[in-house]
């Protein structure tokens, strides 16, 4: 397999690297499994941080993986401007990192979410979402920690917000009580997205209840 090298970082308590390998090389990547203590960030073009429970998710999720020695060479690949993609536990990693602003707090009804919901892309300056403003796409999430909090909301860059099928926003479609809906975030330059959903759950359409492969427009952007 040829094109630009793709890592999905394997933690201990990592659930869902297979899922996203898989759907990332059915929308076209060269990409592989690489274990937290193999991790070499000049092999690869990007990297993926899976969903799962790294590390038992012990203090709380995220915290102990956020400081391990391979997310010194995440943060390498940041500054050098690749792309850095986390998925639900992985999004909960790279903002107990730093290089997400906010934080992921206990959903609002304090009961682990698993469900499809549907997000409007309202921001396409990212690589995962370029040519998609607008887009409604259906996206199953499934997470205890996942309501986005931020102090000061003019320095939050929004990527994906929960929304009604038509892309209506309103509460009545916030399942977790995230501000101002968000469901995704990006730092200023585009290049490091965190999401909630699991867009891997949603790039084979056999296996969707819905048949729709909507995860692979978002994964399809990481390979190009």
């Known amino acids: ?127 995962l979402t370029k040519g998609l403003k607008g887009r409604v796409l259906r996206l199953p999430i499934a997470h205890s920690e996942g309501r986005y909090y931020h102090e000061r909301l003019e320095r939050v860059k929004p990527i994906l917000i929960y929304s009604s099928e038509r892309g209506d926003v309103s509460e009545e479609y916030n399942p977790n009580g995230s501000v101002m809906n968000i469901a995704s975030v990006s730092n200023e330059a585009g290049n490091v997205i965190g999401m909630m959903p699991h867009p891997e759950r949603a790039s084979f359409s056999n296996i969707s209840p819905f048949g729709n492969p909507d995860g692979l427009l978002i994964l399809r952007g990481i390979v190009k």
């Open 1 to 127: 397999m040829e094109g630009k090298k793709i890592a999905v970082l394997k933690f201990p308590g990592t659930t869902c690297e297979l899922d996203v390998l898989k759907a990332l090389r059915e929308a076209g990547g060269n990409s592989h499994v690489v274990r937290h203590d193999q991790f070499d960030p000049d092999k690869f073009d990007s990297v993926v941080l899976p969903g799962g429970f790294s590390y038992g998710d012990y203090l709380t999720a995220g915290a102990i993986a956020s400081s391990s020695e391979a997310m010194r060479g995440v943060k390498e690949m940041s500054d050098e401007g690749k792309v850095v993609l986390g998925i639900c536990n992985g999004f909960q990693i790279l903002v107990w990192s730093g290089l997400l602003e906010g934080a992921l707090l206990e959903n609002i009804n304090r009961r682990f979410i698993s469900k499809w919901v549907f997000v409007k892309v309202i921001d396409d300056g990212t690589p």
